[in-house]
């Protein structure tokens, strides 16, 4: 069964230093999004991508975060400059669009994570 | 402010048990609702989604409830397993945020032999 797949599984980095976390959506999927969950909290929505750019952005999303495509299969998160409350786990995530239309299905697959120790 | 309300926080069954746990939503405007089991350190997986016209909806052993006017839903987990031991959360999409999803905080469910 098709997957979303996330690398490293996790990731320990000092106070600083800027980390990308990768993910491989689902081959046919079109929409592409970032959330987080800091230990013990809810699970937040970051960013969505589609089509190339950034569809929408929370405001936790500030100028220290970027996303990209660079290939055909990849999706990036790269923080900048790792601050400690960076540390959380973060799920990449991947819809599909209803068919002949830009409107992403309601489903979104998430990857297993990326757990980020900033220290 | 669009937000996400579980209950309880916590809950402890036995193996074979049913339990129910509550989802309140302040979402608007509603586009559907979703609960998702959540291993822990895993990413969360769907078990179901409705939308404002759907009353209810199942997925084996989990039923999920949804009350529209009153922006009230429910899983309800028949025949338990150990397996079910995780953590449920509500999540609800806003009409327009595409997959801007609003998560709860969840309940975590530990179900014992």
């Known amino acids: 069964e098709p997957e979303v797949t996330q690398t490293p599984s996790h990731q320990v980095t000092q106070m600083g230093q800027e980390v990308i976390l990768r993910c491989v959506p689902i081959?046919?999927?079109?929409?592409f999004y970032w959330y987080r969950q800091i230990l013990g909290q809810k699970v937040e929505f970051l960013v969505s991508?589609?089509?190339?750019?950034?569809?929408?952005k929370s405001e936790i999303f500030d100028d220290q975060f970027s996303v990209e495509r660079p290939d055909g299969s990849n999706f990036t998160l790269k923080i900048r400059s790792t601050k400690l409350e960076d540390s959380a786990m973060y799920f990449c995530?991947?819809?599909?669009?209803?068919?002949?239309?830009?409107?992403?299905?309601?489903?979104?697959?998430f990857g297993q994570g990326t757990r980020l120790t900033v220290v | 402010k669009n937000q996400v309300e579980q209950s309880p926080q916590s809950l402890i069954i036995l193996e074979g048990k049913n339990c129910t746990l509550q989802?309140?939503?302040?979402?608007?405007?509603?586009?559907?609702l979703r609960w998702y089991k959540q291993d822990t350190g895993r990413g969360p997986v769907s078990l179901t989604i409705?939308?404002?016209?759907?009353n209810t909806k199942s997925n084996g052993r989990y039923t999920a409830t949804l009350d529209a006017d009153t922006k009230q839903s429910s899983l309800h987990i028949t025949a338990s397993q150990l397996s079910d031991s995780a953590s449920y959360i509500c999540?609800?999409?806003?009409?327009?945020?595409?997959?801007?999803?609003?998560f709860g905080a969840g309940t975590r469910l530990a179900v014992h032999p």
């Open positions: 995530a991947s819809s599909p669009v209803f068919p002949g239309t830009a409107t992403p299905n309601t489903e979104a697959f």
């Open positions: 081959s046919n999927h079109l929409y």
């Open positions: 991508f589609y089509n190339n750019e950034i569809s929408e």
């Open positions: 989802c309140n939503y302040t979402v608007s405007p509603f586009s559907n």
């Open positions: 409705m939308t404002f016209s759907e």
């Open positions: 999540v609800v999409s806003a009409r327009g945020g595409y997959n801007k999803l609003i």
